[in-house]
T-cell receptor, first 115, second 119 residues
Framework: EAQVTQNPRYLITVTGKKLTVTCSQN?????MSWYRQDPGLGLRQIYY???????DKGDVPEGYKVSRKEKRNFPLILESPSPNQTSLYFC??????????????FGPGTRLLVL | AQKITQTQPGMFVQEKEAVTLDCTYD???????LFWYKQPSSGEMIFLIYQGSYDQQNATEGRYSLNFQKARKSANLVISASQLGDSAMYFCAMREGSYSGAGSYQLTFGKGTKLSVIP
């Protein structure tokens, strides 16, 4: 089954404790992206990657890191989480061909609470 | 200025009736794609339908159709024969950039419309 998976789905942590949210896709997509969703603010892009070893900042990159060492994986790293990073996080992926193929498919989401 | 505007924070529809969810967009790029996603209470984002700026016909996917009015910059989602399972948040999103695939792949989302289907 074609899918984007994220782990963990739910996470409660404390301020300053490093964490990683994993994202993996099995559709051979070149493009992968991380979004966060907050009430009243909608979905905002954190980081994206056009292909292996190619990453760039989105609209709200502060406090986050990413890496793309393999095509299928795109982990999101919070080096020192703070309460304002409490949010619902989505990973998404798509092809980079003609625009009709660029539909982004989303993972199930990770609910993060930073105390 | 907002690039994607969804003016209906919430809507109600009777089961088996059709409903239209509004979306207007703002771009000066001639090449763009418009997407609708559904987010049920469980939280996942489910892709529903896509319309390209150069597509001549309105997109359809089962009970979903997109009423694309390019001159008005609107891309309304029409759900026919509503079902209880259609109750969810619905997001309109846009990707700007070259039709050939280059350019930004970022999706810009509207604030969403919460649809409630009444039995």
């Amino acid at each position: 089954e074609a899918q984007v998976t994220q782990n963990p789905r739910y996470l409660i942590t404390v301020t300053g404790k490093k964490l990683t949210v994993t994202c993996s896709q099995n559709m051979n997509h070149e493009y992968m992206s991380w979004y966060r969703q907050d009430p009243g603010l909608g979905l905002r892009q954190i980081y994206y990657s056009m292909n292996v070893e190619v990453t760039d900042k989105g609209d709200v990159p502060e406090g986050y890191k990413v890496s793309r060492k393999e095509k299928r994986n795109f982990p999101l790293i919070l080096e020192s989480p703070s309460p304002n990073q409490t949010s619902l996080y989505f990973c998404a992926s798509s092809f980079t061909g003609t625009v009709g193929l660029q539909t982004q498919y989303f993972g199930p989401g990770t609910r993060l609470l930073v105390l | 200025a907002q690039k994607i505007t969804q003016t209906q924070p919430g809507m109600f529809v009777q089961e088996k009736e059709a409903v239209t969810l509004d979306c207007t967009y703002d771009t000066s790029d001639p090449s763009y794609g418009l997407f609708w996603y559904k987010q049920p209470s469980s939280g996942e984002m489910i892709f529903l339908i896509y319309q390209g700026s150069y597509d001549q016909q309105n997109a359809t996917e089962g009970r979903y159709s997109l009423n694309f009015q390019k001159a008005r910059k609107s891309a309304n989602l029409v759900i026919s024969a509503s079902q209880l399972g259609d109750s969810a948040m619905y997001f309109c999103a846009m990707r700007e950039g070259s039709y050939s695939g280059a350019g930004s792949y970022q999706l810009t989302f509207g604030k969403g419309t919460k649809l409630s289907v009444i039995p």
